[in-house]
């Protein structure tokens, strides 16, 4: 079984999704259902996990027994605020420790803020908890954050919410083959394509909210995104063929032919 290992459990399912931007949580649990996903992540800041009594609550439309839940410090600009909101996390989610970690750097790009990044990283880690930390393309970074003993290194594609795809091919592919923990494309995937290639360079996984979620049809999408998580991943297991710039090659063969 090719499972995904992420601090020592394994998931079935390559592709994580975010639970924002719905409707409603009926939506956003038909479309988590959809896209087959195990790991869920929910912005503690934006999203009712129990801090606020007698609202509706993600826990009842996607179940804690059933999902992994990947609480996330969305909107949060400094890592006192990032340390600050996963602590909270623990406590609501009864000592959840697998977390994901994003510190942004300005709120109209969300570009990651690095050295807060780095930052709250080291405190998280030696507070015990399990960190998938979202980064920069910059391999040097993405190797210092695995070092500090994050447990999956998440760059981004594009911009969050951009849809514009894998935008820097090359710089994944350097912190794919330089990485000792899972490497999963963050962030700017628009369409299912995308998440394909993500797979096919060699990427352990995709998360994606916006792509989904901003669909006309985000329960179909999340299916869409499934398949292709899935096609990827068997391409670059697969092994493509190599490319051959002006070298034609017919597809059938040319020995044994009639005539000749």
Same mark, same amino acid.
């Given at each position: 079984?090719?499972?995904?290992?992420?601090?020592?459990?394994?998931?079935?399912?390559?592709?994580?999704?975010?639970?924002?931007?719905?409707?409603?949580?009926?939506?956003?649990?038909?479309?988590?259902?959809?896209?087959?996903?195990?790991?869920?992540?929910?912005?503690?800041?934006?999203?009712?996990?129990?801090?606020?009594?007698? *609202?509706?609550?993600?826990?009842?439309?996607?179940?804690?027994?059933?999902?992994?839940?990947?609480?996330?410090?969305?909107?949060?600009?400094?890592?006192?605020?990032?340390?600050?909101?996963?602590?909270?996390?623990?406590?609501?989610?009864?000592?959840?420790?697998?977390?994901?970690? *994003?510190?942004?750097?300005?709120?109209?790009?969300?570009?990651?803020?690095?050295? *807060?990044?780095?930052?709250?990283?080291?405190?998280?880690?030696?507070?015990?908890?399990?960190?998938?930390?979202?980064?920069?393309?910059?391999?040097?970074?993405?190797?210092?954050?695995? +070092?500090?003993?994050?447990?999956?290194?998440?760059?981004?594609?594009?911009?969050?919410?951009?849809?514009?795809?894998?935008?820097?091919?090359?710089?994944?592919?350097?912190?794919?083959?330089?990485?000792?923990?899972?490497?999963?494309?963050?962030?700017?995937?628009?369409?299912?394509?995308?998440?394909?290639?993500?797979?096919?360079?060699?990427?352990?996984?995709?998360?994606?909210?916006?792509?989904?979620?901003?669909?006309?049809?985000?329960?179909?999408?999340?299916?869409?995104?499934?398949?292709?998580? +899935?096609?990827?991943?068997?391409?670059?297991?697969?092994?493509?063929?190599?490319?051959?710039?002006?070298?034609?090659?017919?597809?059938?063969?040319?020995?044994?032919?009639?005539?000749?």
């Amino acid at each position: 079984m090719d499972n995904l290992i992420i601090a020592g459990k394994p998931y079935s399912s390559r592709l994580l999704v975010g639970t924002g931007k719905y409707k409603d949580f009926d939506e956003t649990r038909r479309a988590v259902e959809a896209s087959g996903a195990q790991i869920v992540t929910v912005a503690i800041r934006r999203t009712n996990i129990g801090q606020t009594a007698g *609202e509706p609550s993600l826990l009842d439309a996607l179940p804690p027994s059933q999902y992994t839940y990947l609480p996330n410090t969305a909107g949060c600009y400094s890592a006192d605020d990032a340390i600050r909101t996963l602590r909270l996390a623990r406590e609501l989610l009864d000592g959840h420790d697998l977390v994901k970690l *994003e510190v942004l750097g300005d709120p109209k790009t969300l570009y990651p803020n690095m050295v *807060e990044t780095l930052k709250a990283a080291e405190v998280l880690v030696k507070d015990g908890f399990k960190v998938m930390v979202y980064t920069s393309d910059d391999p040097i970074i993405a190797k210092q954050l695995e +070092e500090i003993g994050c447990v999956a290194v998440m760059p981004l594609a594009s911009l969050i919410g951009s849809g514009m795809g894998i935008l820097n091919p090359w710089n994944l592919q350097i912190i794919i083959d330089n990485a000792k923990v899972p490497v999963i494309v963050d962030a700017g995937v628009g369409t299912a394509s995308d998440a394909a290639i993500a797979m096919e360079l060699g990427c352990d996984g995709v998360l994606m909210n916006t792509a989904i979620a901003g669909a006309q049809n985000p329960v179909l999408m999340a299916s869409a995104m499934k398949k292709a998580v +899935e096609a990827g991943r068997e391409a670059f297991l697969a092994g493509r063929m190599p490319k051959k710039l002006y070298s034609a090659s017919p597809s059938s063969p040319t020995t044994g032919m009639i005539g000749k």
